[in-house]
């Protein structure tokens, strides 16, 4: 049997993903039927009967595995959430914010009998990594999933399940003893605050995120147009800034002509400094153990093999952790990992480089390899993915490469103003014109694709399995590169036909909290926002949506109430979305010269007001209530303010032929019956009515 941890790591990961997706017993069948279906698969491609055999045993260890985790670990953490405890743990992590406000991982036990990772958000404390917190009477809360941010979900694969609700008192306990986490990140705030000292803009914030991973100081634009372009990987670090640092430093042992051993042991060092230095990200941790395996082959002068060393890599780290098959930066550095480590060398082994155009093709067929092995994985944890990411990175990615060289001398040299300052300024320009070349790109049409299309994301995962199978079945790579082709071409279509796709409905989207209240109203190209609450996170809200739904251009945004908390935000948060009106309550103060969005705002008391298209039509009566009307079908919404009742949100129409819709944060039960069928939903705001010509109208959770 060839490549015997192969066949274990990928029965092993397909364990997990299963066991995660299969934890209700009802489910069972479902994943029967779908073993069932592999099992023929793999017969019908003449596998092996002991390779059948290792691949059972794999799947049925990491299925067990990871039910044995969730019973014993998982479930047992979570038995203490509301419960008063006491808690003592160690600082491992910390995360500072705007305002002087932080987030603490802690590493401690609860009741001095179960141990636990915490986290901790609080305003900064005189507290640094590997001092202990120590709580008396403490509640712990579950994490929950939003429309913002799946936040249970993303901690879970980070092995953090609980957090901070309420205390009575703690004390910081300080560590006296030589840590060598604390002089690693002292060392990497101090080298932070040299760039920042000579790079104060985005692109010195860009140039941390390179080298250390650190995305807090960039702003959520630059994020945006960055991800957009299909470049946003080079700001979490992991294989390709591990090899630049190794590449460096293995120059500089060469000129010292040390032997082999010593080298290893210097480069082994360096890359557990380096692992700590970026936050000890599971995505670095994979690339530093393979590239460890890398090294002990050049050693003994053996060829390292690197689908069996990613393999060795994933069962090794799950092991301690299973709930890293849901950790998106892990699953993305696996599969990232083998699109271009294995799937595209196998591709390309037999282009001649010698002329410029077979070099161009085989890194548009490394770049495409690696793009379209991260597509599946993108389309499950992210709003929108690039389409432009191939060419992007050809042309982008060596601009990132020289920035991140900059950077690591900076970081090598220990900031010294004479060396680090001409670096930092050349890194600063090729920095600044990659973000400028990402805006550009950004503003293209069909380069991004919401992962809310559901057709879209059904093509890209047909198309995966499309080029798996001719893979397997011919095993040839003439066959293999025509069905990538055929693939391209399906993904184009397919952002095309998304620009068409259900423009004949009339959408009214329902989202946030009880303070952060917004809707949006969509129909074929139009699109109007109305802000009920005023909220903080309104603005944040809408360009979640409009990244979710591809939304480039906006009508109108109407604020029914209270704009003061949010309108600052608007305009940060929608830089790259067209806004063409925005309207403030009759009263609202505003500085003449001040803009929204690069609009100065009209002003209405809403009595009567009504916006008119072709179709349909949205009118208001006062700052309370306005009715969205299609063909005669008139679907209300209002906002409740009396304190005797729990509803915030009422949506009904007027026609009894047509079943009621009822919505909100609460439904007030004495005003409106609460009937239980399909379309009735309570305790939630994330909500989608869709409503046809016929006034047929749908509604379901976002």
Not at 257 to 282: C, Y
Not at 436 to 457: A, G, L, N, Q, R
Not at 589 to 612: A, H, Q, R
């Amino acid at each position: 049997m060839k490549r015997k941890m192969v066949y274990v790591g990928l029965s092993y990961a397909l364990g997990l993903f299963f066991a995660s997706l299969f934890l209700d017993f009802s489910k069972f069948f479902i994943l029967a039927v779908i073993l069932a279906i592999t099992f023929v698969f793999m017969y019908f491609i003449k596998v092996k009967v002991r390779e059948l055999v290792v691949c059972s045993v794999a799947f049925a260890t990491a299925f067990t595995m990871y039910n044995i985790y969730n019973k014993n670990v998982y479930n047992k953490i979570l038995n203490y959430a509301q419960i008063p405890i006491s808690y003592k743990g160690q600082i491992v992590e910390i995360n500072d914010y705007e305002k002087d406000k932080s987030s603490y991982r802690l590493k401690g036990t609860i009741n001095n009998e179960t141990k636990a990772d915490i986290l901790f958000y609080s305003d900064t404390l005189d507290a640094e990594y590997s001092d202990f917190l120590e709580f008396e009477n403490l509640t712990l809360k579950q994490f929950e999933n939003s429309y913002l941010f799946n936040q249970k979900d993303y901690y879970k694969g980070e092995n953090v399940y609980l957090q901070v609700d309420k205390f009575e008192r703690f004390n910081i306990l300080k560590s006296e003893k030589f840590s060598l986490v604390k002089s690693i990140m002292s060392y990497r705030t101090k080298i932070i605050k040299d760039i920042n000292s000579v790079l104060a803009g985005e692109e010195g914030a860009f140039l941390v995120a390179m080298i250390f991973g650190d995305k807090k100081q960039i702003s959520n634009n630059t994020k945006t147009v960055l991800f957009r372009s299909g470049i946003g990987h080079v700001m979490s670090v992991s294989g390709l800034h591990l090899v630049i640092v190794s590449s460096l430093f293995l120059a500089f042992l060469k000129k010292a002509r040390l032997n082999k051993f010593l080298e290893f042991i210097f480069l082994e060092v360096l890359i557990i400094i380096f692992i700590i230095a970026a936050g000890m990200a599971i995505s670095v941790i994979r690339a530093g153990i393979m590239l460890t395996l890398i090294h002990i082959g050049f050693m003994f002068k053996r060829r390292t093999d690197m689908l069996n060393s990613l393999a060795i890599v994933f069962v090794c780290l799950s092991l301690f952790n299973p709930f890293v098959i849901t950790n998106s930066s892990f699953l993305l550095s696996v599969v990232g990992t083998y699109g271009i480590g294995v799937f595209a060398p196998y591709l390309t082994k037999n282009i001649n480089t010698e002329k410029m155009s077979q070099k161009w093709k085989k890194n548009i067929i490394f770049m495409f390899s690696a793009s379209f092995a991260v597509m599946p994985i993108s389309i499950i944890y992210f709003d929108e993915i690039s389409l432009a990411s191939t060419f992007t990175n050809i042309l982008v990615v060596p601009l990132c490469v020289l920035a991140l060289i900059s950077g690591m001398v900076v970081v090598i040299t220990g900031g010294l103003n004479f060396i680090s300052y001409p670096f930092l300024i050349f890194g600063g320009l090729l920095c600044k014109f990659v973000i400028f070349i990402s805006e550009t790109i950004s503003k293209i049409d069909f380069i991004t694709v919401p992962t809310e299309f559901k057709f879209f994301s059904l093509v890209v995962f047909v198309c995966f399995i499309f080029i798996t199978l001719t893979y397997f079945l011919f095993k040839k790579r003439f066959y293999t590169k025509i069905s990538m082709l055929i693939s391209i071409v399906i993904l184009m279509q397919s952002a095309i036909i998304y620009k068409h796709y259900n423009k004949d409905l009339l959408k009214i989207y329902v989202m946030g909290t009880e303070k952060d209240l917004v809707f949006a109203v969509v129909y074929e190209n139009n699109v109007d926002f109305i802000d009920v609450s005023g909220g903080t996170k309104t603005a944040r809200y809408i360009d979640a949506f409009s990244k979710k739904y591809g939304v480039k251009s906006v009508n109108n945004i109407l604020f029914l109430k209270n704009p003061y908390q949010s309108m600052v935000t608007y305009s940060s948060a929608l830089k790259y979305t067209k806004v063409k009106n925005i309207v403030f309550p009759q009263d609202t103060f505003v500085m003449d010269e001040m803009k929204i969005c690069g609009l100065s705002p009209e002003f209405s008391d809403y009595n009567n007001l009504k916006i008119n298209y072709k179709n349909y039509d949205i009118s208001f009566d006062g700052y309370e209530n306005f009715v969205v009307d299609i063909n005669n079908y008139k679907f209300r919404f209002s906002n409740y303010n009396n304190d005797n009742s729990n509803a915030l949100v009422l949506v009904n129409n007027s026609k009894k032929s047509i079943p009621n819709i009822k919505c909100g944060f609460y439904i007030n039960t004495q005003d409106v019956p609460i009937i239980p069928d399909k379309n009735t939903i309570i305790n939630e705001n994330n909500l989608l009515i869709t409503i046809d010509k016929n006034g047929k109208s749908t509604l379901r959770r976002m």
